[in-house]
């Protein structure tokens, strides 16, 4: 007979559900293990193509708390968290952003109810840290905040004595609320900040800007004040943050009041007739705008999101999610195969085919019962089981609610069985975790029905992104030894299926790993099968070296063009997925090998690292050899190698050394990935912190130069080779740091082949070819630009604008200027722009030196940069703001709030407007600044861009420099040559 076991919960309640996690995870039959990696594969494919995301909202837009649950919780599991929120969130700004702003995040929508699930999982441990001490006193000192005379008329009799106690009640509730204002935008407070809240609230900060900027501080504050750090004020025995039994009517009542002044705090909004009794108030908030306006602005700047990792999933969690699935299946591939064709992936729409045909053959249990029954009702259940020679039947009776158990046990067991049915028909392999030691094709297949953005291994293209940021300028990376213990320990949890966090492993273990990972491929990159075409290719490329070494000269180009041909041809015969990883690989090197003068790691020494790991030839005579266990020093000195493994070595040289000609097609497809117009990361190169880069066109033989100023020095970078070609030497008795730099232009708007340089007290001017010091001038400053033959120099010590003639670099004019009132300058026509430390601007007319126009209003910091375009001139300042002006009738058109950091540089290139800011993004924005894309390469503030066409690639290049001591050098695909050749950019 069917019996129910001892640990059964009895009776679940079907529809409503048990109180508290632990009864809804005893009420419910949990998911197989089949079925539960299942449906993360599945939730996986639906958040790499986010408009399936849309099945979660089938009830129009609503979707309930369990679900919301379930859906925080596996994508934890599965590390795509923040790309499921980030989808619902801009979801739901565009959908309000045009007709109904107020709605944005309101209500019960998806969006909010995934936020403030994630919130409260995250942020608990802060919100007591931050509340705590300021709840505490409340609760101790028994005072009431009560500013409502209709809620005073009870306690006090009079008009007199109710206007007393409201003035005594406001202070004390302004005070409180000063106090949890103080702490929560201390810098304290700030630096402890969740990271994964301040990715959430770089999000809405992002889409506030974007759809609707003129209701950011509300947007904003909504999400932060009203959906987190308000619900704990108002409930801290809710958060753990005070027992239950201490709050009073009276202490939840000042609670409330708190929050309803934080909140209009937050939104920059004060108190009108609608609750004219907290309008008192309104004087504190105009005082303390400024204080929440910056933190609001500080906690939107983007950060990195973090590896969100949390494999722990309840029963309750797999199931609501699972039930979506498998009661909308037909929905699901009907808006596969509706997407647009741009976002169509016919690999995809298999993989989710054939894991909704795994579970979805069977209607939901729950659903069925309440579609025909009600919960008292008693039912009778028949089993049938045919064998080869009999027919069994038995037969169960009771209630519905009783039942319930046995049918979904009984239900489970028939999926499982189907499923074990039908992969007899169709023989798949079982998928295994299993990375290492591994064929790679066969990962790669696996890989590929979770993740189509990669054709690599996942913690490969980790671990050399890491590399990129971190490692470049590491000494003897991939010889020196990592931590063994480390790479075991990393090695085992990638192969249990784990994702990995790199963020506390050390640079040299990284590369430890990757090369035990190749090491252990049971068919190298290079196959055996390629064992003779890759040594007949060595052999000719050693051939061509040493013909040029025997007559004295260095390989030439047409020799070179040669082997690269060679080595493209031998690249074909490559697999698929080898030659893949094989690019990313020898991008890596590249890179390394780009910086060898930091790192020690030249060309050759990398290929004598990786010729053995990427081909193992297989020998009758000589096993095959495994590595050192722990590698000592002596382990890590380069052997001699044989013949046969020179020639290999050879080749490996060649793909580093020639890597942009040899994997030409993969550079070309990958920047065809990459929108229009938009940067394609290229190679980075380690300097010291870049305070400014300015371009040089080039003349005659001369490449085109980026000039960067780094401390007292400067430095000449060729464009075309990325190598440095000189260094500017500064004077021995003045080391001040440079503060501008600008480039002398003939009349034609080309590079004179002067180079001015302005210290605090000195400004110098080199000859740009041969780097030397041909005049110097005594002063100073911030600022420099140019005006026809005049080159005008700010001085902050003594307040003046001195004007000098670039033919002789003598002084021929000057004049005074108010206080503070000039740092940056541009010359826009006959115009020249000052801005100032406070945020004016003024505009000079240059011929005459009289003052057309001065603002005062459009910024609130300082002026750091100026810009022309065709009609206008750009400002960007401090505040994080940037102003557009009327060139002619210098009237403010436009304001936009471009950035929470402080902008560094603006540059109008392609018709696009550039951005760099302290908080290490590149922002590119339309002239009427709708966001076109961000880029974020380096890890500090980003000092400066130019632009130049490349005539070796016939592309354009972008140089990037930060204060994190790189140079980002980008190219944008499928731009136009430049009309203008002696255009500067």
């Not at 592309?955 to 009309?979: H, N, Q, R």
Request: overall charge neutral; proline content about 4%.
């Amino acid at each position: 007979m069917f019996g129910r076991k001892k640990d059964t919960p009895a009776s679940p309640s079907l529809g409503k559900g048990d109180k508290g996690e632990k009864a809804a995870e005893a009420a419910v039959t949990p998911l197989s293990k089949s079925e539960q990696e299942a449906t993360r594969r599945l939730f996986v494919l639906l958040v790499s193509c986010p408009r399936l995301l849309s099945i979660f909202e089938i009830n129009g837009g609503m979707s309930s708390d369990d679900l919301c649950k379930g859906m925080i919780s596996i994508s934890q599991a599965t590390g795509t968290t923040f790309d499921m929120i980030r989808h619902y969130i801009a979801d739901d700004f565009k959908r309000h952003a045009t007709a109904d702003q107020g709605s944005i995040m309101r209500g019960n929508c998806i969006a909010s109810k995934l936020t403030k699930e994630f919130l409260k999982r995250v942020g608990r441990d802060y919100l007591a840290t931050l509340l705590s001490s300021s709840i505490t006193q409340i609760l101790e000192s028994d005072d009431s905040f009560e500013i409502d005379p209709l809620k005073l008329e009870d306690t006090y009799k009079g008009e007199e004595n109710i206007n007393n106690a409201i003035a005594a009640n406001k202070v004390k509730l302004v005070e409180a609320v000063k106090q949890i204002v103080t702490t929560i935008t201390s810098t304290e407070m700030m630096d402890k900040l969740p990271a994964e809240v301040r990715v959430l609230s770089s999000y809405f900060g992002e889409f506030a800007n974007n759809y609707a900027p003129e209701q950011f501080y509300p947007l904003v504050g909504g999400f932060l004040m009203l959906r987190w750090i308000n619900p704990a004020i108002t409930n801290p025995d809710a958060y753990g943050i005070v027992a239950e039994n201490r709050i009073t009517p009276m202490v939840r009542r000042n609670f409330i009041l708190m929050t309803k002044v934080v909140q209009n705090l937050s939104n920059g909004v004060e108190f009108s007739n609608k609750e004219s009794y907290m309008m008192p108030v309104n004087e504190f908030i105009k005082a303390n705008f400024w204080r929440m306006e910056k933190y609001l602005r500080g906690v939107v700047s983007p950060i990195s999101a973090p590896k969100i990792i949390e494999p722990n999933v309840s029963d309750v969690d797999y199931v609501s999610v699972h039930k979506i699935f498998a009661e909308h299946s037909q929905q699901i591939m009907d808006m596969c195969d509706n997407l647009p064709a741009g976002e169509r992936n016919e690999t995809t729409r298999q993989n989710i085919q054939e894991l909704l045909d795994t579970f979805g053959q069977y209607r939901h249990i729950d659903n069925f019962l309440k579609g025909k029954f009600t919960i008292d009702e008693n039912i009778t259940i028949k089993f049938v089981v045919e064998t080869g020679d009999a027919t069994y039947e038995t037969a169960v009776d009771g209630s519905v609610s009783l039942l319930q158990p046995l049918i979904q046990k009984m239900t489970t067991k028939l999926k499982k069985h189907e499923v074990s049915k039908k992969a007899l028909k169709s023989k798949p392999t079982v998928e295994s975790p299993q990375v290492f030691m591994r064929s790679l094709e066969d990962l790669m297949a696996q890989q590929s029905k979770y993740r189509i953005d990669i054709d690599i291994p996942q913690f490969i293209q980790e671990s050399v992104n890491i590399l990129m940021i971190k490692g470049l300028d590491k000494d003897m990376l991939f010889v020196k030894p990592g931590n063994q213990v480390m790479v075991d320990n990393l090695k085992k949890e990638i192969d249990k299926g784990n994702r990995v966090s790199f963020t506390n492993v050390d640079e040299n273990t990284i590369a430890q790993l990757i090369k035990l990972y190749l090491r252990e491929l049971p068919e190298s990159l290079f196959p055996e099968e390629t064992h003779r075409p890759l040594v007949d290719l060595g052999i000719a490329i050693q051939t061509h070296e040493q013909t040029n070494s025997s007559t004295g000269s260095s390989l030439n180009l047409k020799s070179t063009e040669i082997i690269v041909d060679k080595v493209k041809e031998f690249l074909r015969m490559l697999p698929k997925s080898h030659h893949s990883l094989l690019y990313t690989l020898c991008w890596l090197l590249y890179n390394i090998r780009k910086n060898c003068a930091v790192n020690l790691m030249t060309c050759p020494q990398l290929a004598n690292v990786f010729g053995p790991i990427l081909h193992r030839h297989k020998t009758a005579s000589t096993p095959p050899t495994k590595p050192p266990r722990k590698p000592t020093m002596e382990s890590i000195q380069f052997p001699k190698a044989d013949m046969t493994q020179i020639q290999i070595n050879k080749v490996v040289e060649s793909l580093i050394k020639n890597f942009e000609s040899v994997f030409e097609e993969s550079i070309n497809a990958a920047e065809e990935g990459v929108k229009s117009g938009l940067p394609f990361l290229r190679y980075r190169l380690i300097t010291k912190s870049v305070q400014s880069i300015s371009y040089v066109h080039p003349t005659g033989n001369l490449h085109g130069l980026a000039i960067t100023a780094m401390g007292s020095r400067i430095q000449a970078w060729d464009l075309e080779h990325g190598s440095v070609m000189r260094v500017f030497e500064d004077r021995p008795e003045d080391k001040g740091s440079v503060t501008f730099v600008r480039v002398e232009t003939d009349s034609q708007g080309r590079c004179s082949g002067r180079l001015w340089v302005m210290k605090e007290n000195t400004t110098y001017i080199y000859d740009v070819k041969s780097s030397e010091i041909i005049y110097s001038i005594p002063r100073g400053g911030t600022s420099l630009t140019q005006y026809k033959h005049e080159m005008w120099i700010n001085s902050i010590d003594t307040n003046f604008i001195y004007v000098y003639d670039v033919r002789n670099c003598k002084e021929i004019g000057q004049f005074p200027v108010q206080p503070n009132s000039v740092f940056q300058m541009g010359t826009f026509g006959d115009n020249v722009w000052a801005g100032s430390f406070n945020g004016g601007i003024s505009v000079i007319q240059a011929s005459t030196r009289a003052l057309l126009n001065e603002n005062k209003n459009g910024h609130k910091r300082k002026i750091n940069t100026f810009v022309g375009t065709d009609r206008a001139v750009l400002a960007g300042s401090d505040d994080g703001t940037i102003t557009q002006w009327n060139k002619d009738t210098f009237a403010l058109e436009r304001k936009v709030e471009a950035h929470a950091g402080k902008i560094k540089q603006l540059s109008f290139f392609n018709n696009i407007v550039w951005c760099t800011t302290w908080d290490m993004t590149m922002k590119m924005y339309t002239a009427n600044f709708e966001l076109v894309s961000e880029v974020k390469e380096h890890t500090d503030s980003v000092t400066g861009l130019i632009f130049h066409w490349s005539q070796k690639q016939k592309k354009w290049i972008m140089w990037s420099g930060s204060y994190d001591g790189t140079l980002c050098v980008f190219s944008i695909p499928a731009l136009e040559p430049p009309k203008n050749p002696n255009q500067i950019m």
